[in-house]
């Protein structure tokens, strides 16, 4: 019964960091080093990541002072497991293999005689035994990655000073993907070569000045200029086939290699300006002005703008408030700002594809570009107050918030017989309206005890209020669910005037009057029209924090609620039909009776009676579960998560300075500790992969989330 909880072993990760500080009046210098070693709760699964960083701020001379920045980070692995749908993700297989099935006597996966050539499993058709999925056919990579950044700022008068910073993030990354022979679609094994290199420059210079007109009225006003650059790169290269097994090099390939390389490139220049006014430490006004000319832009419209407005008032300084409110402010604040697209979305070009014996072959793209795009824009309205109780005791916020997006840049499907698929076109308006609010509170405060609680919720709602001309709807994604007698299926991300973004579409069952139609052999009725399932956003968020303290013992404890919102399990759909989950174990023995009606009379003359024919389990769940039908797969998304609990002490003065600490610090913290939710299978917090993008609303076979506990130890010295 636990052949599957069996498989997983417990993960360990394990982070020091270290940091030497030093200082005097004209300078300062941090050097740090932190590392991260992860065991994966897969076995033969690793994560290791290596950091080391270097600040250093100097005053060259009384006026002149420099700020940098350096940090340089290693990521890697041996072996990531593969995620989402296919027999390369274990918990695929786990969903058809049975749960009397000894997996543990897997762990032997070559056959006798046949290492290298030939793999044992109990189904070669569609599985590849999950222990050769983990130990041979890995999935590694070598991350090294520069961030830095350094300043020069000069100041010219007490008043008036200019600054000169320039910043760098680069990095490359080397991917390797071996796949044994006889592997599962497969047989002959293959190797695959993967590099990704990124490199963005951004390098800016700005004025500033900082007066005062008098005694109650400050004010200061910057101008600059920045320059952004961006140049990715990605290649591969995969001998699909090895001519010998074991021997992972693309000069082993059985057959001509296959490749690819991309190249992009971005360039923004800006120019911007920000104001601030204040009155008496009281009333403050901010404004910011910025333009942007992009690369990827039409050369005659590539240029957009920034506007932002803030104003703020703290009632609290400059009027007598009851004595029960110890400090007030609003603040109301406006902006739009611009957005351009990604690189080479304007003109169409051929793609290279694989020769055809001698001859050289290149295809049209399936995306017609569009030379006339314009910037997209987002204008924005937020409004909020501040109202602490009883000297600060007691602490709320609250702010409102207007987002809407015109003129978006998407990709809208048309007709096959153009000769592309999609559209790239400006179109469209959402506007998403929200709240946000948080209450603090100091509950207990003594000598010993102290009880410190926080909440926050948000909500929001994102609505689709115009589409582009003369389009009543269209998909903006989808999620592919593997085909089943019923059809080949999906989630569709429609948007439709009036809807909500997160929409998702799907088929379902014939319903009459909010029940399921049967048919006379008991089965329920497909309906292949689309429908709307649900959405896959929250009706609203909530965080409740608490922090116990007595004398030098901390506890905390933090727990988070997600109502609303739907996701589709893919779990639920495929372990139904296989009979793996529980909950196919109802009706093995007597068969099940379908809650719904049946039609007793003629399609004209309808006549609905309570459904009372007996199927059996098999039949029924692959029927019910098809995975050509999406609603039935369905949970509500909402769950209820205790994400943390610390214990922490805190060691005395007395003691660590007898042992030569400045101070000391041990802990010991729990994570994911519990999680209520319909769904019995999966996290609903968890969302699927496919194509290398998130699918939200879709759990696409999903590894178990983690429970963990941990260990700290923090001391200065």
């Not at 897997?106 to 290492?115: E, P």
């Not at 109650?216 to 920045?226: E, H, I, L, T, W």
């Not at 917090?685 to 923090?714: A, C, H, W």
């Amino acid at each position: 019964p636990d052949n599957v909880r069996d498989f997983f072993q417990t993960g360990y990760t394990n982070q020091n960091s270290f940091a030497i500080s030093n200082g005097g009046e004209d300078w300062g210098l941090r050097v740090a080093y932190n590392n991260l070693r992860n065991n994966g709760i897969l076995p033969n699964t690793d994560l290791k990541r290596d950091g080391v960083s270097i600040s250093i701020d100097q005053s060259m001379t009384s006026r002149l002072r420099f700020d940098g920045f350096l940090n340089y980070v290693n990521t890697r692995s041996n072996n990531r497991p593969n995620l989402g749908y296919g027999y390369e993700n274990v918990v695929y297989g786990f969903n058809w293999t049975g749960r009397q099935t000894d997996i543990a006597a897997m762990r032997d996966y070559w056959q006798s005689g046949q290492q290298d050539l030939q793999h044992f499993d109990i189904n070669y058709l569609w599985l590849t035994n999950p222990y050769m999925t983990l130990f041979e056919n890995t999935n590694s990579f070598n991350k090294n990655r520069v961030l830095g950044n350094g300043a020069l700022t000069y100041d010219i008068t007490d008043k008036l000073s200019i600054r000169f910073r320039s910043g760098l993030d680069s990095y490359n990354d080397g991917r390797d993907f071996i796949r044994a022979v006889s592997t599962n679609r497969n047989p002959f094994g293959s190797y695959r070569e993967d590099k990704i290199e990124y490199r963005e420059l951004n390098t800016d210079a700005l004025i500033s000045f900082e007066d005062r007109i008098n005694e109650n009225v400050r004010f200061s006003v910057s101008a600059g200029a920045n320059r952004f650059d961006q140049r990715i790169s990605y290649a591969f290269s995969e001998a699909s086939q090895l001519s010998i097994p074991g021997i992972y090099s693309l000069a082993n390939s059985r057959n001509p290699l296959k490749g690819t390389s991309q190249y992009f490139t971005k360039r923004i220049n800006s120019i911007y300006g920000i104001g601030n006014i204040s009155y008496k430490s009281s009333l403050y006004f901010d404004l910011t002005v910025r333009n942007d000319w992009s690369s990827t832009l039409p050369a005659d419209n590539n240029s957009f703008a920034y506007y932002s407005a803030g104003l703020s008032y703290v009632l609290s300084n400059m009027f007598e408030l009851p004595e029960n409110i110890s400090f007030a402010k609003l603040r109301f604040n406006a902006s739009s700002a611009g957005n351009d697209t990604d690189p080479y979305q304007l003109n169409n070009t051929f793609q290279f594809n694989q020769n055809y014996g001698p001859f050289f072959r290149v295809t049209n793209e399936t995306v017609l570009k569009n030379s006339e795009l314009k910037p997209e824009r987002l204008n924005a309205l937020e409004a909020g107050m501040e109202l602490w109780f009883f000297g600060s005791r007691l602490q709320t916020e609250i702010s409102l918030y207007e987002n809407t997006s015109i003129n978006q840049i998407i990709g809208r499907p048309i007709s096959n017989a153009s000769g592309f698929g999609n559209i790239i076109e400006n179109g469209g308006r959402v506007t998403t309206r929200g709240l946000e609010a948080r209450v603090s509170g100091k509950i207990i405060r003594s000598k010993n005890f102290n009880w410190n609680s926080t909440v926050n919720f948000s909500t929001f709602r994102s609505t689709v209020t115009e589409l582009p001309e003369g389009v009543d709807q269209f998909v903006t994604g989808s999620a592919k669910f593997f085909g089943g007698s019923g059809g080949s299926n999906a989630i569709f991300y429609i948007a439709k005037e009036g809807g909500r973004v997160g929409d998702m579409y799907g088929t379902g069952f014939v319903e009459i009057d909010g029940r399921t139609l049967y048919g006379a052999n008991g089965l329920p009725v497909q309906d292949a029209n689309l429908k709307l399932l649900g959405n896959y956003n929250p009706d609203f968020s909530l965080g409740f924090g608490n922090e116990f303290s007595f004398k030098n013992l901390m506890v905390n404890v933090l727990i988070d609620w997600r109502q609303g919102g739907i996701i589709a399990s893919r779990t639920r759909a495929l372990g139904s039909t296989s009979g793996v989950l529980k909950e196919t174990l109802v009706g093995r023995e007597d068969g099940i009776i379908g809650d719904g009606v049946v039609n007793i009379g003629t399609d004209e003359n309808p006549n609905y009676v309570e459904n009372t024919t007996s199927v059996a389990a098999s039949r029924f769940y692959n029927n019910f579960f098809d995975r050509g039908n999406e609603a039935s797969s369905v949970y509500d998304a909402s769950y209820v998560k205790l994400r943390q609990v610390g214990f922490y002490y805190t060691f005395p003065v007395e003691l660590t300075d007898r042992i030569g600490f400045q101070g000391l610090k041990v802990g010991i913290v729990g994570n994911n500790l519990l999680l209520f939710t319909e769904n019995p299978h999966v996290d609903p917090e968890l969302n699927g992969i496919q194509d290398r993008n998130f699918t939200y609303g879709v759990e696409d076979m999903s590894y178990p989330s983690s429970r963990s506990f941990g260990i700290s130890v923090k001391s200065d010295f």
